[in-house]
């Protein structure tokens, strides 16, 4: 599903943000890709959604080698991946139901199938007493969720997670991992970059360990390393 291949990514003035960086990532997997602050993983994040183009190496999702992906063909790449970002960015003045919606109006899906989809996405999260709410309406660990719940309206194969309980509590935190794991077991591929340690050492899932780069380890059952 996801292939990276001696990708690194240098920026100026010579600052390698990753080096020479090797691992698969199967469909249906729930990987963690953990590491320091500043050691790529983000880095790694914005090359997979062709935010960022890789400097050597090549970077294959689903089969498509998006290495040197034209500019018009980013929205059709972006469709199949759903990220999540640690800050929500939620749009302060529409509602959970409008945030959501806005997601698909921008690719232009018909209003109909809208309708059918955003009630459908809430429900996944739990949300759906929750529609008409703005985000200042709603606490941390819901706005999160609404955003995991726009990420999914477009049924992506894969689901990007950077960092998304990095401003959550405990109770939170636990809530946002457990709709992940659903999500993972609807048959989505999850990669969730994290800085949680009890997190990654409770759920004995895959993990990726990236220091200044570098791939150091990759374990089947894994823990935090670093």
């Avoid at 997601?103 to 739990?126: D, F, R, T």
């Avoid at 309980?165 to 809530?175: H, S, V």
């Avoid at 997190?199 to 200044?212: A, F, Q, Y």
């Amino acid at each position: 599903m996801i292939q990276f291949h001696n990708v690194s990514k240098t920026y100026p003035p010579g600052v390698h943000a990753l080096k020479a960086a090797n691992f698969h990532i199967k469909p249906g997997e729930f990987v963690f890709l953990v590491g320091q602050s500043g050691t790529g993983k983000t880095t790694a994040v914005r090359l997979l959604i062709a935010e960022e183009k890789v400097s050597n190496g090549k970077i294959i999702v689903g089969g498509w080698d998006i290495t040197r992906i034209k500019r018009g063909h980013v929205p059709l790449l972006r469709r199949q991946i759903g990220v999540v970002w640690q800050d929500y960015k939620l749009l302060p003045k529409k509602t959970a139901f409008e945030n959501i919606a806005f997601a698909m109006e921008v690719s232009g899906a018909e209003n109909s199938k809208i309708l059918k989809i955003v009630p459908q996405v809430l429900k996944i999260v739990g949300l759906e007493d929750k529609a008409n709410r703005y985000p200042t309406q709603m606490s941390g660990g819901e706005q999160q969720r609404i955003s995991i719940a726009r990420a999914l309206v477009h049924r992506p194969k894969i689901l990007v997670a950077d960092e998304p309980t990095g401003n959550l509590d405990t109770i939170n935190t636990r809530e946002i991992i457990d709709i992940l794991q659903k999500i993972n077991e609807f048959g989505t591929t999850v990669l969730l970059v994290t800085h949680n340690r009890d997190i990654v050492n409770s759920l004995k899932k895959r993990v990726i360990t990236l220091d200044h780069g570098v791939v150091v380890a990759d374990q089947e059952k894994g823990r935090y390393l670093l």
